[in-house]
């Protein structure tokens, strides 16, 4: 029997459209085959946003462009521990293009693919290449090719990479805090003197209880801005799929109005041709007849001929 993440992979390596469908068709084989458990679960896979789906395209058709990410995302990170502030700089540069190319890069493939990308979407692409970038468990995420949506990186609160994948045991991720260490994402570093500064005191417990209020208004936050993108993403991909529908009915229209502009030249050459048909018939019967008297009269002019010839032979 397959594994759970082996049949992930699979079906979120199809096209949105089709996934829904075959994951269902999976889980029958997999009852049928008496493993009710294993349906049970790949009936509880998720359809991926677009953007997570774009994602996730790009990790099958073109995986060395989330390599790329993914190692600078390192050579980030290990500079931020060196507190090396002109370092950091340089690569907050290079990670913003990259992104930036990547996200191009996997907005292009999906459009290759049929599944258009709005702006919108191509966003939420670039905020999960940037989650990638700064958190080790989001770059797994994001080169397992299991997301079910977009990631964010923010400076407050956990990342919880674990509810953007649909099949997060078999990365070993957990929810944040289940490890008891709740990481934090941050788009831009902090600059190497704040981080000195921030190491001279120790926060007393009424600051640790704020901070981690605070922590949890923009955890709650950062989950209702996720609520807001994947309905905006379902919204604009409605929109999109209406305006695809919209521009082939008209395709179809403008094709059935050439086959009907033929089919109505066609019956007036038929006609033309039934008319053109019966004057033949008319010629022919005419032919026939005048035929019919020409072998008549060559049968009298015959007979007279033999008649005379008799004669002439008689008188010697």
Do not use: C, F
Not at 71 to 83: D, F, I, M, N, P
Request: charged residues 30%; hydrophobic residues 45%; aromatic residues 0%.
């Amino acid at each position: 029997m397959p594994t759970l993440a082996e049949v992930a992979a699979d079906l979120y390596a199809r096209l949105p459209g089709e996934m829904i469908a075959a994951r269902d068709a999976r889980a029958r084989e997999l009852r049928a085959a008496g493993d009710e458990g294993l349906a049970a679960q790949v009936t509880r896979l998720r359809k991926p946003s677009t953007a997570a789906w774009a994602v996730n395209h790009l990790a099958h058709t073109d995986p060395g462009q989330l390599d790329e990410v993914v190692h600078l995302g390192g050579v980030l990170r290990e500079s931020q521990a060196g507190l090396d502030g002109g370092r950091l700089r340089e690569l907050a540069r290079e990670r913003r293009r990259l992104t930036a190319a990547v996200a191009a890069r996997a907005r292009d493939l999906a459009a290759e693919a049929g599944v258009p990308v709005s702006e919108s979407v191509a966003a939420q692409v670039e905020a999960t290449l940037t989650a990638a970038m700064i958190d080790d468990d989001a770059g797994r995420a994001v080169r397992s090719g299991l997301l079910v949506g977009p990631l964010e990186a923010t400076g407050l609160g956990g990342a919880d990479v674990a509810s953007a994948v649909a099949v997060p045991d078999a990365l070993g991720l957990a929810p944040p805090g289940e490890d008891g260490h709740a990481r934090h994402l941050r788009a831009v570093p902090d600059l190497p003197a704040s981080s000195r500064e921030a190491k001279g005191a120790a926060p007393s417990g009424a600051a640790r209880r704020r901070d981690a209020a605070r922590a949890e208004a923009e955890e709650a936050r950062a989950r209702a801005r996720q609520d807001l993108a994947d309905a905006e993403d379902d919204v604009a991909a409605a929109r999109d799929a209406g305006s695809a529908a919209a521009a082939e009915v008209g395709r179809v229209e403008a094709v059935a109005g050439r086959v009907d502009a033929e089919r109505q030249a066609l019956h007036r050459r038929l006609a033309e041709l039934d008319d053109q048909a019966a004057a033949v018939d008319a010629e022919l019967r005419g032919a026939v007849v005048a035929r019919q008297r020409a072998e008549r009269t060559l049968a009298d002019a015959t007979r007279r001929r033999d008649e005379a010839a008799a004669r002439l032979r008689d008188l010697g």
